[in-house]
């Protein structure tokens, strides 16, 4: 009994620390998020985040972010299984990509997944498609999405209080990316932005490219 609560703490404490090293993340990047929605009229360019990967694509092929140059893309990293934020998310992007209208074949909607291990191409095709058909999910191994996921300063883990090897839960960043027809990061969103600031920089993006 006494080893078992030794081991409860440990964990808490782990996830406390880790909790803090996220939110640390959140802040430094929410800084960022808000600088660029204040200047909406101008998206600057994030020096230092972001850059090129290549994952597989719920489509079943390999996947780069130049593939996609010369569409506006939005990005955003999640999991299928996610009980809340990831749907949540999805369907404000769904609205976005609806009040496009003609121009919505301009746009790329990206999800990567944080849960390499259960987000297969085949179910993120299924979850997809729930919300929209232009949507495109990406996985790959651990490493190469700690690797994207480092570049863009999303951070995850693995809910250490959820002893399941099937049934667990991951903490992520909520995050969306804009990402312009070069390939370069202007804008990032936290929770809770409306969607038609999302549609109004998109828009100055379409228009100056």
């Keep these: 009994m006494i080893y078992k609560t030794y081991?409860?703490?440990?964990?808490?404490?782990?996830?406390?620390?880790?909790?803090?090293?996220i939110g640390i993340c959140l802040t430094a990047n929410m800084a960022l998020a808000h600088s660029n929605l204040q200047k909406s009229e101008k998206l600057e360019i994030y020096e230092g985040i972001g850059g090129n990967f290549t994952l597989q694509s719920s489509?079943?092929?390999?996947?780069?972010?130049?593939?996609?140059?010369?569409?506006?893309?939005?990005?955003f990293f999640g999991y299928t299984a996610c009980p809340d934020t990831c749907s949540i998310t999805m369907a404000v992007l769904k609205q976005v990509i609806e009040k496009l209208g003609k121009r919505m074949d301009q746009v790329q909607p990206l999800f990567i997944t944080v849960d390499?291990?259960?987000?297969?191409?085949?179910?993120?095709?299924?979850?997809?498609?729930?919300?929209?058909?232009?949507?495109?999910?990406?996985?790959?191994?651990?490493?190469e999405i700690l690797e994207?996921?480092?570049?863009?300063?999303s951070a995850y883990m693995k809910n250490p209080t959820i002893d399941s090897e099937s049934s667990y839960l991951m903490i992520h960043t909520g995050y969306v990316y804009l990402i312009d027809q070069s390939g370069q990061v202007r804008a990032i969103y936290p929770k809770n932005t409306e969607v038609k600031q999302i549609v109004h920089d998109i828009y100055g993006l379409l228009l100056s490219g």
Excluded: C, W
Excluded at 7 to 21: A, D, H, I, P, S
Excluded at 59 to 75: E, I, T, W
Excluded at 148 to 153: K, M, Q, S
């Design 7 to 21: 081991k409860y703490l440990q964990r808490r404490e782990l996830l406390v620390f880790k909790l803090g090293m």
């Design 148 to 153: 994207v996921a480092e570049n863009y300063g």
């Design 59 to 75: 489509r079943n092929h390999l996947a780069s972010l130049k593939d996609y140059h010369g569409q506006v893309v939005v990005m």
């Design 116 to 143: 390499p291990k259960r987000d297969t191409p085949e179910q993120m095709k299924n979850y997809l498609s729930f919300f929209h058909p232009n949507f495109i999910g990406l996985t790959g191994t651990k490493e």
